[in-house]
């Protein structure tokens, strides 16, 4: 069996499309995830600039220097030391186009300095959504205890997420899917602990090349059974001794494990470089500091392992769909264009504001759920229960590849040998 296996495994490699495939998805991943640390530049307190991996090394120790605790004192002091640098004349410079700009010294000991902070703070109080430059932090006002109430802030804006219509879930949010939310939000720990994370936010940031992985893996094994049926080969597999049985499985089971190693290679290779470059450091930090509105309690590694994991299921699934669709099909390019269809349009698909189950829908197609979707309250209400996007994903995924695999072995077997 271990020698069939292999058989099929060699002639999966061995196909024109795989090595095609395999370069493709080396590029992109070389491209994603290790050239952009050599493109990172920076500037020290003095206004130094480095590049490269000597930038990453100065972002690390101008991090280290800030508190690793965000409490409610530190984000007040913060923004109102801007406030107060803001509010001074001696602040400012008139550059070259006349007009005023705040003075080198202070630009590299604090605005550079604090820049991600500000942004989140003025995110959380203004665009909760997306992160907003630090000017909107001049606008918040600072208590007499030199707090901000940033984390009532937060709570409110989870509440107000909860209270308004949600095209995606049909309108407003069912009672049960309102508590569901809450316990969540209610489980991101406060403070936030703060320090540098660049190395897990470059792979959040690119972790959505994951459908095109997939893509390319399905690519490669499109013609696993309709490439015998194009070259007549199957009618002799079928005839033979074991052509329904120990063959058929070594197939299949040469498939998932292609996959298996192409997915792990890749994500090893994108992984392994991006934290040797970049340092593995944050990955214990809350994921509020890269999205300052998620309703998640996940820390940084835990948002990348769950869409690394997902990912995993979904290619499975994958698989499991194209063994099904070459089993049936007399040619692998019907196969490619299926795959091609299934993991491409649902990012132009438009979503609806009339269809609850359409969106449902759309948000399983493989590919949409790897899109770091952690900011959406998408909620999926069935016979009383209610969960979230990510969840329902692993059900629908482990039952397409109980479904799939089964009907594809079927169909293969039950081929006309005549």
């Known amino acids: 069996m271990i020698e069939l296996i292999r058989f099929e495994w060699e002639k999966i490699f061995k196909r024109k499309s795989t090595l095609i495939s395999l370069a ?3 590029l992109f991943t070389i491209w994603l995830f290790i050239l952009p640390a050599f493109q990172v530049q920076t500037t020290d307190l003095q206004g130094k ?16 220097q800030q508190p690793n605790v965000l409490t409610e004192e530190v984000l007040g002091a913060v923004v109102e030391e801007y406030q107060q640098i803001a509010a ?9 186009e006349g007009e005023k700009e705040f003075t080198s010294e202070i630009i590299h000991s604090f605005y550079n300095q604090n820049y991600a902070l ?18 909107y932090a001049l606008k918040i006002p600072v208590e007499e205890d030199g707090t901000l109430g940033f984390y009532q802030q937060y709570q409110q804006n989870q509440a107000a997420m909860l209270a308004r219509d949600i095209p995606e879930n049909g309108g407003a949010l069912t009672e049960s899917a309102k ?24 792979i959040g940031d690119r972790i959505g090349f994951i459908p095109l992985l997939i893509l390319m893996i399905c690519l490669s094994l499109a013609p696993i059974f309709a490439g015998e049926y194009q070259n007549g080969t199957a009618v002799l597999i079928l005839s033979s001794k074991f052509g329904k049985s120990k063959v058929l499985a070594a197939k299949v089971a040469a498939a998932y494990l292609f996959g298996l190693f192409v997915y792990g290679i890749t994500m090893l290779l994108a992984f392994g470089g991006t934290f040797a470059l970049f340092g593995s450091e944050g990955g214990e930090l809350p994921i509020q500091l890269r999205v ?23 290619l499975f699934g994958m698989i499991g769909v194209t063994l099904l669709l070459s089993s049936r099909l007399s040619t692998p390019v019907p196969v490619l264009v299926t795959n091609v269809l299934l993991l491409m349009m649902p990012f132009i698909m438009p979503k609806s504001t009339a269809s609850v189950l359409y969106n449902w829908i759309v948000n399983l197609l493989p590919g949409v759920q790897l899109n770091m979707k952690f900011v959406s309250n ?39 040998t005549a």
Do not use: C
């Open 118 to 135: 500000l942004s989140l703070v003025a995110s959380t109080f203004y665009d909760p959504q997306y992160y907003t430059t630090p000017d």
């Open 292 to 314: 300052p509105n998620s309703p998640f309690p996940w820390t940084f590694s835990e948002m990348v392992w769950i869409h690394f994991g997902l990912g995993l299921l979904v």
């Open 49 to 64: 600039t480095y590049k490269g991996l000597s930038a990453v090394n100065i972002q690390k120790e101008l991090i280290r």
């Open 24 to 26: 493709i998805i080396s």
């Open 179 to 202: 508590s569901y939310w809450q316990k969540k939000t209610a489980a991101v720990s406060a403070p936030y602990r703060y320090g540098y994370y660049a190395g897990w936010n470059n």
């Open 88 to 96: 001074n004349p001696a602040s400012y410079i008139e550059n070259e």
């Open 378 to 416: 998408i909620t999926y209400n069935i016979a009383g229960w209610t969960t979230n996007l990510f969840t329902i994903n692993v059900l629908v995924y482990l039952l397409i590849i109980l479904v799939t695999v089964p009907l594809a072995i079927r169909s293969f077997r039950e081929h006309q």
